[in-house]
């Protein structure tokens, strides 16, 4: 059963409320960008209500597992169902998408279309690809290159 909306009412300590959408749960014990965001979310859960997506690329919310778990211990909300059974319950303030890749046409549709007064966030960490691509087009060299591709074959 969802709960989202009765949550933040009756909890008055939530200033914000935050959807997260990613790919997958974070793992804080197998990469830097993943101890990166779940620090960012574990912080942010203090004070707002967090509920977070881990969508598959048919926009199912993938299931639950040991990073999940971990989330939820920090006091983030896990989604249920689709984005869509989210955004019938859940109406934030902010969404933040993990990664720029993420923010897919459908979803912001479905965002602009239940949630118009959002803030939408895309989490600018992995522009990295962007440096690597100029360093390659400015060198020309084929490690540059090589660098750059496999960057954005990793998105």
Same mark, same amino acid.
């Given at each position: 059963?969802?709960? $989202? @909306? ?5 909890n +008055?300590t ?11 749960? +974070?793992? #804080?014990?197998? /990469?830097?960008?993943?101890? !990166?965001? $779940?620090?960012?979310?574990s912080?942010? /859960? ?10 598959s ?5 993938? #299931?639950r597992?040991?990073?999940?778990? =971990?989330l @939820? ?15 019938? $319950?859940?109406? #934030? ?10 923010? !897919?046409?459908d979803y912001?549709?479905?965002? /602009? =279309? $239940?949630?118009?007064q959002?803030?939408?966030?895309v ?7 962007? =440096? ?24």
């Open positions: 059963m969802l709960v $989202y @909306e009765n949550e933040i009412k009756m +008055s939530y200033n914000l409320s935050v959807l997260v959408i990613s790919d997958s749960f +974070s793992q #804080p014990d197998q /990469a830097s960008g993943d101890l !990166r965001f $779940y620090t960012l979310l912080l942010l /859960a203090h004070k707002h209500k967090l509920i977070f997506c881990a969508l690329t048919k926009g199912k919310v993938l #299931p597992n040991e990073a999940s778990a =971990r @939820e211990h920090a006091g983030i909300t896990l989604g249920e169902g689709d984005l869509l059974h989210v955004l019938k $319950y859940f109406k #934030p303030d902010i969404v933040w998408f993990e990664f720029h890749s993420q923010a !897919r046409q912001l549709g479905l965002l /602009a =279309r $239940y949630c118009p959002a803030r939408i966030v989490d600018s960490v992995d522009v990295h690809f962007n =440096r690597l691509e100029t360093k390659a087009r400015l060198t020309g060299k084929p490690e540059d290159e090589s660098a750059a591709s496999q960057s954005l074959a990793n998105k």
